[in-house]
C-alpha cells in the first residue's frame, strides 16, 4: 500500500543546513509536500512540487525529488531556531481528489 | 490571512459518548477534510466532502463517525460512541480545488480525549 517513511529526529547546529529525507512508496504520486508543526499549531504548509520536477528553491527552502528511487528532501539553509518543529513529508495520487499520505514527521532540533 | 478554525481546542470525554467536533473551513473553499492523528503515529485521513456528499473515506471512517454541514460555515465530525482507540488530535483542513488543487489549509486540530 502507500507508505510514506522519514527519519524521527535531526539535530543542527545554528547556522547549519538542515537536511530532512523522506521515502515514498507509491510512483503515482503527483504532489509532493512538505509541512510544518509547530507545537500547539496546526500543519503549515511550506512548500510543494510536482512530480514532473526534479527541484523547487524558494527562499531558504530546496526541496529535491529523485522519482526513480522515490526520494524527497527538504534542505533549509542558515538553520535558525524558529526553525525547531516537526516537518512532515506527504504526498498525494492525482487521481484521488482528497487523501494526503502523510509520513511520521522528523522533529527537527537546534542546537546553538 | 483566511484560517481553518476548530472548536474545542481540547474535549475530554468519557467512553461511549457522542462528540461533535466542529470545523469553519476558509470561505470560498468547495473540498473540506478530517485527519486524525494518534499520538505517536503518523497524521491519517479520515474523510473528504465535496458537494454535501462524503468523496472519499478511509478505512477508519467507519459507521460510528459522520460528517456534516449543517449550514453555510461549519463543517461537523461526529463520533456516535467514543471509543479509548478514538483519543487523538484531530485536524480539519479545507481546498478551493479538488483533484487538481495542491493545498489543504489546515486547522489548528481538536484534541480528544477518550477516558
Known amino acids: 500500500g502507500e507508505d510514506v517513511e522519514q527519519s524521527l529526529f535531526l539535530s543542527v547546529r545554528e547556522g547549519d543546513s538542515s537536511v530532512i529525507n523522506c521515502t515514498y512508496t507509491?510512483?503515482?504520486?503527483?504532489?509532493l509536500y512538505w509541512y510544518k508543526q509547530e507545537p500547539g499549531a496546526g500543519l503549515q504548509l511550506l512548500t510543494y512540487i510536482f512530480s514532473n520536477m526534479d527541484m523547487k528553491q524558494d527562499q531558504r527552502l530546496t526541496v529535491l525529488l529523485n522519482k526513480k528511487d522515490k526520494h524527497l528532501s527538504l534542505r533549509i539553509a542558515d538553520t535558525q531556531t524558529g526553525d525547531s518543529a516537526i516537518y512532515f513529508c506527504?504526498?498525494?495520487?492525482?487521481?484521488?481528489?482528497?487523501?494526503?499520505?502523510f509520513g511520521s514527521g522528523t522533529r527537527l532540533s537546534i542546537r546553538p | 490571512e483566511p484560517e481553518v478554525t476548530q472548536t474545542p481546542s481540547h474535549q475530554v470525554t468519557q467512553m461511549g459518548q457522542e462528540v461533535i467536533l466542529r470545523c469553519v473551513p476558509i470561505?470560498?473553499?468547495?473540498?473540506f477534510y478530517w485527519y486524525r492523528q494518534i499520538l505517536g503515529q503518523k497524521v491519517e485521513f479520515l474523510v473528504s466532502?465535496?458537494?454535501?456528499?462524503?468523496?472519499?473515506k478511509s478505512e477508519i471512517f467507519d459507521d460510528q463517525f459522520s460528517v456534516e454541514r449543517p449550514d453555510g460555515s461549519n463543517f461537523t465530525l461526529k463520533i456516535r460512541s467514543t471509543k479509548l482507540e478514538d483519543s487523538a488530535m484531530y485536524f480539519c483542513?479545507?481546498?478551493?480545488?479538488?483533484?487538481?488543487?495542491?493545498?489543504?489549509?489546515f486547522g489548528p486540530g481538536t484534541r480528544l480525549t477518550v477516558t
Open positions: 507509491d510512483s503515482s504520486s503527483t504532489y
Open positions: 470561505s470560498n473553499h468547495l473540498y
Open positions: 506527504a504526498v498525494k495520487r492525482y487521481s484521488s481528489a482528497s487523501k494526503i499520505i
Open positions: 483542513a479545507s481546498s478551493d480545488v479538488g483533484g487538481e488543487g495542491y493545498e489543504q489549509y
Open positions: 466532502f465535496y458537494n454535501n456528499e462524503i468523496s472519499e
